[in-house]
Structure formats: structure tokens, C-alpha cells
């Protein structure tokens, strides 16, 4: 029973620590009385919990402010450079990896172009671990500052661990468009580092950047479609990105919008990215330039689409099956808002976007559509790495502030803590 007590104070202390930290990261800079009136805590307790988190170094004092008739009241943050975070992007031509303070303020970038051979598993691997020891070094900290590695892959991510596991150890990928069959992302990377890993569908991890800094922000209830490429969704549900029985929700990109319709890169037909993704749409377009990106080729598109009857038509049918796919997200899902993100999305919309809000309308339900604003992204396209930055830093907030194990830092033997095999931690934190 001494046991027992004892793990329920800690954990209660865990917690308030984790109410604490998270409020004053979105909320900061906030005074100790604010912090009481918003948490819930008792005066004694903020003392308590909020002198433990300025001796770890998590939070400093940010200014002051006068009070009536009072002393000045101390504001609080959380402490931007008490650790860092890095955010990996494998896109469709490109590694991007940046390296962030905790206020996601970037402090070093690494752009890898990925070559011909596309996104060979090793190559793709390699870019990913040269990423981060670039950006280590670049920004001039010690790894065993980071307290992890966030990376959004395309595709789906599956978690398979095993018993001792570090964190990410068994993420398994299947990217059906990008011939990735089972990759264990998860082991090829632990080979290279030991870093805490965090590995997401980048939909998902851009739909987690949306919804902490961007246009999901003060609603629990939003679908962020990302087009780039191809297509995919972040289904958020009361708060909760939404992945289904093995994290495969959220495939809007391959939902059928045309029976017997064009051939996608999934090996299906007449699915919504076969119409709206970048590729799909440069693929169709006889003016496409050759030689260049996708961004260039599809920039081209636009511009042309004033005097090219031909560009102007394939970029109507697009607003035309993107509306009628956002009209299945509203009768499907009932969200408050869709927020058109990734960077096609973002070049895109402007243009097609009262289209796309027009066909949604015709095509939804009159009642839940009437509920439901179509918006674009506001976060540009870095939105990836950042939000998958946010994977470490979110499990940083809800643990309170415990730092990841990592393998270096567990040589020093600075993280054992009273609470048992280290492994034991890990396991219970990656779940
Ligand atoms: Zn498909």
C-alpha cells in the first residue's frame, strides 16, 4: 500500500506539473495568480509546482505586470531554451529538417533534395540522419539537448513495439504510392541515433501544426485536408486526431469520387487524388513544362489558365471534385472548419477556393454544411516539420516536462529516476 501511495502522490504531481506547463505554453506569459484562477490549483500548489519548474529550468520569469493596488505581478513562460525539438518532412522531392527552440522558433534548417531514385528506403533514411546531425551542429548545441526528433512520412504509420523499445523503435510505414511496403522506418533510424523518435503521416502532423498554431486553433472539431502531390487529412475529433483501428484514417486522397475513373498512384481507380493532387494535375495538362518542380510546373498552371483553355478547365474540374470530396469530410465528420493546407493547397486555393465552397454547399447536407467554414492554412508550407516538431514537445508538455530517455543521455546516467527500469518508463511513455 506504501507502494501504491506513494506512485499516486508522484503521479498527481506529474500531473499538475503537466496542467501547469501546458497552460503556460499556450497561454504564457501568464502570473501565478492567473495560473491559480485558470488550473484550478490552489494557491500553495502553483507555489510549489511552479518554483519546481524554474529550478529544473523549464520556466522563467517574462516581465511583470502592475496589479491593482498590489505588488507587481510576475509573468511566466515556458523557457525557449531550456531543450530543443527537431521536425523532419520527407516530402514528395525533399527531406526538410529544422531544429527548434521550445517556442518553435527555428534556429537551423537543412534542405536534402532526394534523387532520382526517389524515396529509396536507405537513401531516404540516410537524408533523415544527415539532417539532424546537420542541424545539431549548425545551431551549436549538445544532442543530448534535443529532447527528440518529430518526422512526418508519407503514408501510414503503424507502431509495433517490442518489449524494451525506445521511443519510435517499431514505427512500420506502408506507402503504397511511393512503393513502401513495411518499411521499418523506426529500426533503420534507431541503426543511426539515439535519439528519441516520433514518427506521424505528414497530413497528420501538418493538421497537428494547424491545429496548436494556425487555422484549427479554437476548435476541436476540424478536417485539415493537405494537397500537395497527392492528397491526404488530419481528422481531428474533440480534440483528437482521429486514426482508426490501425492508423490508416484519414486516406481522403483515396476515396473513390469517380467509379471506373482515372488510374491513381495507389493502383485504384477514380480516386480524389487522381483529380486534385499536384502530379495527377500536371500529369493532364499538355502545357506542363519539363525539367522543373512540381511547385515551378504548377505555378506555370496557374498563370496560364487566364488565356490556356485547357489549364483553366483542369483546375475547374479540380475545384469541382475537391469541393464535392470536402462535402463527404462534412457529412462524414460534422467538423466546424476545413482548412485547405499543404502547398499545393496553399497555391491552389486562392483561386479555386469560392469554387470549392460553392460545389461543398451543393453537395453536402443543408444542416451540417451550414455549420462548416472552409478556410486555407495559415502556417505556409514549413507546416510539416513544425508540426512534426510538436511530436516531442507535446509529449514533453503531458509528461510535465520529463525529458525523453535517450541513449546518450541515459551513458551519462542523469535520467534514472526512483521509478524504476528506465525501460519500463519508455514503454509506458510511447503508449
Ligand atoms: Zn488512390
Redesign the pocket.
Known amino acids: 500500500m506504501a507502494e501504491r501511495g506513494k506512485r499516486t502522490v508522484r503521479d498527481l504531481r506529474r500531473g499538475n506539473r503537466a496542467s501547469l506547463l501546458r497552460h503556460l505554453y499556450f497561454e504564457g506569459p501568464l502570473s501565478r495568480q492567473e495560473l491559480g484562477r485558470d488550473t484550478g490549483l490552489s494557491a500553495g500548489s502553483i507555489s510549489n509546482v511552479v518554483g519546481e519548474l524554474i529550478a529544473d529550468g523549464m520556466v522563467e520569469e517574462a516581465g511583470a505586470v502592475e496589479s491593482d493596488g498590489g505588488r507587481p505581478r510576475i509573468l511566466l513562460q515556458v523557457a525557449p531554451g531550456y531543450g530543443y525539438v527537431v521536425g523532419v518532412d520527407v516530402g514528395e522531392t525533399r527531406v526538410r529538417v529544422e531544429l527548434f527552440d521550445l517556442a518553435l522558433t527555428e534556429r537551423a534548417a537543412a534542405d536534402l533534395p532526394l534523387s532520382d531514385s526517389g524515396h529509396d528506403v536507405d537513401h531516404v533514411v540516410r537524408l533523415v540522419l544527415d539532417g539532424i546531425d546537420t542541424v545539431v551542429r549548425e545551431a551549436g548545441i549538445d544532442e543530448r539537448e534535443v529532447l527528440g526528433v518529430g518526422i512526418g512520412v508519407p503514408g501510414i504509420v503503424a507502431q509495433h513495439d517490442a518489449p524494451g523499445d525506445l521511443p519510435g523503435d517499431g514505427v512500420i510505414v506502408h506507402g ?2 511511393i512503393g513502401w511496403d513495411a518499411v521499418p522506418m523506426g529500426r533503420l533510424l534507431r541503426a543511426g541515433t539515439a535519439l528519441p523518435l516520433f514518427i506521424d503521416n505528414g497530413a497528420k502532423t501538418l493538421g497537428q501544426a494547424e491545429m496548436w498554431f494556425g487555422a484549427g486553433r479554437g476548435s476541436d472539431n476540424v478536417v485539415i485536408a493537405l494537397i500537395g502531390s ?1 492528397v491526404g487529412a488530419c481528422v481531428v475529433t474533440d480534440g483528437k486526431p482521429y486514426h482508426g483501428a490501425s492508423s490508416s484514417a484519414g ?1 481522403w ?2 476515396t ?1 469520387l469517380r467509379v471506373g475513373g482515372r488510374t ?6 477514380g ?4 483529380y486534385v493532387g499536384a502530379e495527377a494535375l500536371l500529369g493532364r495538362w499538355p502545357g506542363a513544362p519539363k525539367g522543373v518542380s512540381e511547385e515551378t510546373a504548377l505555378a506555370e498552371l496557374l498563370a496560364a489558365a487566364d488565356r490556356d483553355p485547357e489549364a483553366d478547365a483542369l483546375l475547374a474540374e479540380a475545384a469541382e471534385y475537391l469541393g464535392a470530396g470536402i462535402a463527404d469530410l462534412i457529412n462524414l465528420f460534422n467538423p466546424h472548419r476545413i482548412v485547405i493546407g499543404g502547398w499545393a493547397g496553399l497555391m491552389l486555393g486562392p483561386r479555386i477556393l469560392p469554387t470549392v465552397r460553392e460545389v461543398a454547399v451543393a453537395y453536402a447536407l443543408h444542416h451540417p454544411c451550414v455549420q462548416t467554414s472552409i478556410e486555407l492554412g495559415r502556417l505556409g508550407t514549413d507546416a510539416v516539420t513544425v508540426g512534426a516538431a510538436t511530436l516531442p514537445l507535446a509529449r514533453f508538455l503531458d509528461t510535465g516536462g520529463e525529458r525523453p530517455v535517450s541513449l546518450p543521455a541515459q551513458a551519462d546516467g542523469e535520467q534514472q529516476t526512483e521509478s524504476g527500469p528506465l525501460r519500463n518508463r519508455i514503454a509506458r511513455a510511447v503508449r
Open positions: 503504397q504510392t497527392g486516406e486522397g483515396h473513390t491513381c498512384r495507389c493502383g485504384s481507380r480516386c480524389l487524388e487522381a
